[in-house]
């Protein structure tokens, strides 16, 4: 399993040729308590950088980009009832998408873990 | 170059995040989070640094009389130690800004918004020619807010119990007016530099949480008090703003102020649009630029504010709306990322005023 990183602050673990999504530590500390999320169903395809979800903290709405070209496997539809839940550990238990990856040429574009931490540095 | 206030060493202190506002640099936030800065607010007693604002006094003759040519709030009739919300009037009744005047005996003192300073003192010595107006840069501005503030602050100044909503009282050289824009009681406490950071401490020893711009927000959302720049401009007029509480019937009759003919025929005859509470159906929040649609999709009107409630656990927001549209009740729909969102317009405030009167 390997994670890659995007410019806008989501991850992506990569199993074969599925995956799992989700935004960063250093983004849910820049949003702060998240009040709402919205995320789309399993089955829902999509292009790298599509709008796939949305998250809103008390202070700012975010949209959630697609890292690249896939298919919604399973929604965390724990964190559409109780978003709060996103902050408790948004590089764990609080991902977003379960996804298929269908595209994976576009993961060498993204960032590893030592890039992801010197631009947030 | 952002500006600091005198209490920028205790923010960094305390974990502030900081970020620009209104050429200052100020705390949005504590460690402790919004909800919980907003929650101390409304349950307890909250801090928060307003030094940003611009105090600022009127000296010379009868000054409340000279002020009320710019404005149309009911000043001549202010008794020393009242304070009075107004709003600088544009000639075609919109809002250059809104502030508050207090008798301060032999002058006025007056606060405005730091975004508005500048223009502010411009009006006012265009307007008062024969008077000084003068700024005062060595003064810190604290608002302390909350059911708890009454005792926290008579702990340090005895004399505060006395006060009522809107009353004002100088201390030795720092002024305690109890007022505020959270909808709680409260303080706002103008005292010298040099004594600021001492009386932050003093007053967070006491029990009042340091609170942010962030909570600031949300506080004066849920009592559905306008923030210049945001839900009040020069565009939109007191009536349509729903301030007219603060014209008196005299200044109406008068029509004796700037942009009277359409103020006081808004007052009178009702205004085309006014400024309403929105809450939606579902829980996405409707922010600021949200456009609102009928419920045939014509879009009527946006929302000027925004977000969450922490006290309503529920998305709130503020805009203008034409008046067959502006009753509580009203169905009406947000448009947001492309799709309507049903939402409702309801009678402001969002949260219950509790002001010590």
């Not at chain 2, 005062?136 to 009522?164: E, H, M, N, S, Y």
């Not at chain 2, 509470?277 to 929040?285: C, E, F, I, K, T």
């Amino acid at each position: 399993m390997i994670t890659y990183y995007t410019e806008d602050h989501e991850w992506i673990t990569v199993d074969g040729d599925m995956a799992t999504i989700g935004i960063t530590n250093h983004a849910a500390e820049q949003l702060g308590e998240v009040v709402f999320v919205e995320l789309q169903g399993a089955g829902e395809t999509f292009a790298k950088g599509d709008e796939i979800g949305v998250v809103e903290s008390v202070k700012a709405a975010s949209d959630i980009y697609a890292p690249v070209a896939g298919e919604i496997v399973e929604a965390n539809e724990a964190l559409v009832d109780t978003p709060a839940e996103l902050n408790e550990d948004p590089e764990g238990t609080s991902w977003l998408y379960k996804i298929k990856v269908t595209a994976s040429g576009e993961l060498a574009e993204l960032m590893d873990e030592d890039a992801y931490k010197a631009l947030i540095d | 170059m952002l500006k600091k206030t005198p209490l920028y060493d205790l923010h960094v202190e305390l974990g502030a995040k900081l970020v620009p506002f209104a050429g200052w640099e100020m705390p949005v936030q504590y460690p402790a989070g919004i909800m919980a800065e907003h929650g101390a607010c409304r349950e307890g007693a909250a801090l928060f640094d307003v030094s940003h604002m611009c105090q600022l006094t009127i000296a010379g003759s009868d000054p409340a009389a000279a002020m009320e040519a710019l404005c149309p709030g009911g000043l001549i009739t202010l008794k020393p130690g009242a304070a009075r919300y107004t709003q600088l009037t544009t000639l075609k009744g919109g809002i250059y800004d809104d502030l508050i005047v207090t008798n301060a005996g032999d002058h006025l003192f007056v606060v405005v918004n730091a975004s508005m300073a500048e223009q502010d003192l411009e009006i006012m010595r265009a307007g008062l020619p024969d008077h000084t107006v003068n700024p005062l840069t060595d003064r810190a501005l604290l608002a302390v807010q909350g059911p708890r503030v009454g005792d926290i602050v008579a702990g340090i100044f005895p004399q505060a119990a006395a006060l009522r909503f809107m009353q004002s009282q100088m201390v030795g050289a720092t002024r305690l007016s109890r007022l505020g824009y959270t909808g709680e009681d409260g303080f706002e406490i103008s005292v010298p530099i040099e004594d600021a950071e001492t009386l932050a401490r003093n007053l967070i020893d006491a029990g009042a949480e340091p609170a942010g711009l962030g909570a600031r927000d949300t506080l004066r959302m849920e009592a559905g008090l306008p923030l210049y720049g945001n839900d009040i401009d020069q565009t939109t007029s007191p009536i349509e703003a729903g301030l007219g509480f603060s014209i008196p019937k005299r200044r109406r009759e008068a029509a004796d102020f700037p942009g009277a003919d359409r103020i006081v025929a808004e007052a009178s005859n009702g205004p085309g649009r006014s400024l309403v509470g929105l809450r939606p159906d579902g829980r996405a929040p409707a922010r600021a630029g949200t456009e609102i649609a009928a419920p045939d999709g014509a879009v009527i009107g946006t929302v000027t504010s925004g977000g969450f409630s922490p006290t309503l656990q529920a998305p709130i927001s503020l805009g203008y709306v034409p008046a067959e549209y502006a009753a509580p009740g009203t169905p009406l729909n947000f448009i947001l990322r492309g799709k309507a969102a049903p939402a409702r317009v309801v009678a402001l405030p969002f949260v219950p005023h509790r002001y010590l009167r």
